[in-house]
């Protein structure tokens, strides 16, 4: 989970969460966007999809968090797609990181532009890509009320062990620095790990795949969807990574829920 630092203003992965709200771009990011190979458009097509966030005013609700490596870049970005845009869509959230050695680095973001309740739907959804040489693997983040109080902090209760910093490379493994989180912790956000590729791909996250940390405070009925109160996406440590985001939102199967 992130932990913000009020004074600094700054962002840590950790079992108490708070998130801040600033669309900045930092510089890192490069143009590389062209993938030379068609976008499968009607790949979306089967499914229903509530888009949160479209990025085609320009702003993104995402603020970038590092560990203290000296000169570690993170830097949050809309920019236009080339060669015409992406199925109708003309600007993406690009997401850029490097020099990250200690822990890794992330963006994250509060529900605040939207109402939080994913009742009704099977999932979270997105179109992605990470051009040439970038990093192409990531975690998604996912917080409700059990794992982050609401107005956006997570404060561990009285007589628990503490919070903890939590990392989650890219092939799932997860690593604990500190104390194990007590079973009335909050905390112990839901998570899945990720894969982009040189191309767009519609991406699909269902609510029943989403994990956490085997920890005492583990749900045991899963995430809640009635309120979705925050999301992150952290990066491996030493990754370089540049990750393209678009139409972020909730979806659910049109065959499955009677939806023409």
């Not at 605040?112 to 739907?121: H, L, Q, T």
């Not at 920890?215 to 899963?222: E, V």
């Not at 109160?229 to 199967?253: N, Q, T, V």
Request: proline residues 5%; aromatic residues 10%.
């Amino acid at each position: 989970m992130l932990v913000l630092s009020r004074p600094a203003r700054t962002l840590r992965l950790a079992l108490s969460i708070a998130i801040a709200l600033a669309p900045f771009f930092a510089g890192g990011c490069s143009a590389s966007q062209r993938s030379g190979i068609a976008v499968d458009c009607a790949a979306a097509n089967p499914y229903e999809v509530r888009i949160l966030e479209d990025y085609e005013d320009g702003s993104a609700n995402f603020i970038g968090f590092t560990d203290s490596t000296p000169g570690a870049v993170q830097s949050v970005a809309v920019a236009s797609i080339e060669d015409g845009g992406r199925c109708g869509s003309g600007r993406a959230l690009v997401l850029f990181a490097r020099g990250n050695r200690d822990w890794g680095g992330g963006f994250a973001t509060s529900s605040s532009n939207w109402d939080g309740d994913a009742r009704g739907f099977d999932g979270f959804s997105f179109w992605a890509r990470s051009p040439g040489a970038s990093t192409k693997g990531f975690t998604l983040f996912i917080d409700d009320r059990s794992t982050l109080a609401a107005g956006g902090v997570c404060v561990p209760f009285a007589g628990t062990a503490g919070s903890s910093t939590v990392s989650i490379d890219i092939n799932g493994m997860i690593t604990v620095t500190g104390p194990v989180p007590a079973a009335n912790a909050c905390g112990n956000s839901f998570f899945a790990v990720m894969f982009a590729t040189e191309r767009w791909q519609f991406y699909r996250v269902p609510f029943g795949s989403l994990a956490q940390a085997p920890w005492p405070n583990r749900s045991a009925s899963g995430i809640d969807r009635s309120a979705i109160l925050a999301r992150a996406i952290r990066m491996p440590k030493e990754s370089e990574i540049e990750l393209w985001i678009d139409d972020f939102g909730l979806y659910r199967e049109k065959a499955l829920h009677g939806v023409e």
